[in-house]
Antibody
């Protein structure tokens, strides 16, 4: 069974950084790209970017360049997203999602809530 | 960026009714269109990809169609468990973009 298990909720101060993890199981980690999506409270979805776990190649939404950095650890089949210089605008739920061969996000993590507050 | 305009923003349907949600892209996305269902407090779930391919395990009452810039998803015979918010998403061009969502409720 494919599973994506994300790290727990984060409460961080403005200006700080946070690193969210997405531990995968049930499939070969390097055979599918991993993407990250932001959902601000009660709103629609924003694609942050994606990473190829096989070679570390990344593609970012220009809006999140400088804000988000995507990495993977192949040894633990885990994807990471680091968000820096956090502001209240970064308060949201962040999802990791596996992408299939037809570019559909077929498995999602449970989401990680990030709250930026002093 | 390709803008995805989804309509309606919300609707209420009776059990057994047919529901249609549409998505208009600001440019041709060449069938690279997916639909997701998100229930309250849950992660989105893939329903349809490549315009009309049904994801494994998704009930056959869901279907997708379209081409160019105009796409739609239909639910034949609305069920109570279909209450959710639905999003379209294009994967033709970076950045991938989502529609604003359609909140579907039971009448």
């Amino acid at each position: 069974e494919v599973q994506l298990q994300q790290s727990g909720p984060e409460l961080v101060k403005p200006g700080a950084s946070v690193k969210i993890s997405c531990k995968t199981s049930g499939y070969t980690f390097t055979e599918f790209t991993m993407h990250w999506v932001k959902q601000s409270h009660g709103k629609s979805l924003e694609w942050i970017g994606g990473i190829n776990p096989n070679n570390g190649g990344t593609s970012y939404n220009q809006k999140f360049k400088g804000k988000a950095t995507l990495t993977v650890d192949k040894s633990s089949s885990t994807a990471y997203m680091e968000l820096r210089s956090l502001t209240s605008e970064d308060s949201a739920v962040y999802y990791c999602a596996r992408v299939n061969w037809a570019y559909g996000m077929d498995y999602w993590g449970q989401g990680t809530s990030v709250t930026v507050s002093s | 960026d390709i803008q995805m305009t989804q309509s309606p923003a919300s609707l209420a349907a009776s059990v057994g009714e047919t529901v249609t949600i549409t998505c208009r892209a600001s440019d041709n996305i060449y069938y690279s269109l997916a639909w997701y269902q998100q229930k309250q407090g849950k992660s989105p779930q893939l329903l349809i990809y490549n315009t009309n391919s049904l994801e494994d395990g998704v009930p056959s009452r869901f279907s997708g169609s379209g081409s160019g810039t105009q796409y739609s998803m239909k639910i034949n015979s609305m069920q109570p468990e279909d209450t959710a918010t639905y999003f379209c998403q294009q994967a033709y061009d970076v950045p991938w973009t989502f529609g604003g969502g359609t909140k579907l409720e039971i009448k």
